[in-house]
């Protein structure tokens, strides 16, 4: 994602003379953030992230900077005339992978959520959870520069919420920017870089944002150039820092953002020497 998204005085109406759902939305979403959206049922969250996907055309405003967009919906029609591992090599073909690329990353991307076994079931025939799996499979296959997500998270195992919020940190990391709902306060609590209250139509930023959830952590102990701190594309997924000697730190990081904070540490130009990685009660006991 090259650019901002912008929405400017943006509106939403049902029907030429319908109601107002969304009036006077001003938003910008930037490169490599996660934007967070709260509110009570009927206010208008699942219209502006459809209006933000590009699902739903705005009444009035308008919207500037359209990066390439996936969407995952609140409700997926999972009896569509395709297999999961056909229907996400068509959407990769779609968004202009070879068929080759698209079967490859169809594949990775179902076996990370855990529905490979199913990957040439008919999707009319699959559990609501198994669908919600292909769901978020579709929308990570052509490595979206911005992903919407509505109630993602819902119907998916513990595993598939795990493996969702990693993909969620690899995407920002990557550059994409991330806007999603959900109906879990905690999750990836503490993590996103701004959030928003969508009441009666209108949009507000909630100045004070909540601390790290409590939950699975792990520490990294790491060596890095003297003076120098941890490299941006890491900083942002660490809860804390301690310095033990001159260039040497302790990174305490959840434990489903430990494979993004890896990347970028070893990515960084100098890189840095991972000396231990462990749970945060196994290292410090």
């Keep these: 994602m090259e650019r901002d998204l912008r929405l400017v005085d943006v509106g939403r109406r049902y029907g030429l003379r319908g109601p107002w759902v969304l009036r006077g939305i001003e938003l910008t979403v930037s490169p490599g953030t996660l934007v ?3 509110g009570a049922n009927g206010t208008g969250k699942s219209t502006l ?3 933000l996907a590009g699902i739903d055309a705005p009444s009035e405003g308008r919207i500037t900077g359209r990066p390439r967009t996936a969407y995952v919906p609140e409700r997926f029609p999972s009896a569509l005339p395709f297999t999961p ?3 996400l090599t068509h959407l990769g073909a779609v968004h202009g992978l070879s068929r080759a690329a698209a079967a490859r990353a169809a594949q990775q991307w179902l076996e990370r959520f855990g529905a490979a076994a199913y990957a040439r079931t008919p999707m009319a025939r699959l559990s609501k959870g198994s669908s919600q799996k292909v769901a978020v499979a579709q929308a990570m296959v052509a490595e979206p520069e ?4 509505d109630e993602a998270w819902t ?3 513990a595993d598939a919420r795990a493996e969702l919020e990693r993909a969620v940190a690899e995407r920002t990391a990557a550059g994409a920017a991330v806007v999603f709902v959900d109906h879990d306060p905690r999750r990836l609590e503490g993590v996103p870089d701004a959030t928003y209250t969508v009441r009666d139509g209108a949009l507000g930023l909630r100045t004070e944002q909540a601390a790290p959830a409590a939950g699975p952590a792990v520490l990294v102990a790491v060596r890095g150039p003297a003076g120098a701190a941890p490299p941006v594309e890491a900083a942002r997924w660490i809860t804390a820092v301690d310095e033990v000697e001159p260039g040497v730190h302790r990174l305490t990081v959840p434990a489903s953002h430990s494979d993004v904070l890896l990347r ?5 130009r100098p890189p840095w020497h ?8 196994e290292s410090r006991s």
């Design 36 to 38: 967070r959206l709260e």
């Design 49 to 51: 992230l459809r209006v």
């Design 85 to 87: 591992s056909g229907y």
């Design 146 to 149: 911005l992903l919407v997500l």
């Design 155 to 157: 119907g998916l195992d």
């Design 264 to 268: 970028a540490l070893l990515t960084a």
């Design 274 to 281: 991972v000396m231990s990685v462990g749970p945060v009660e």
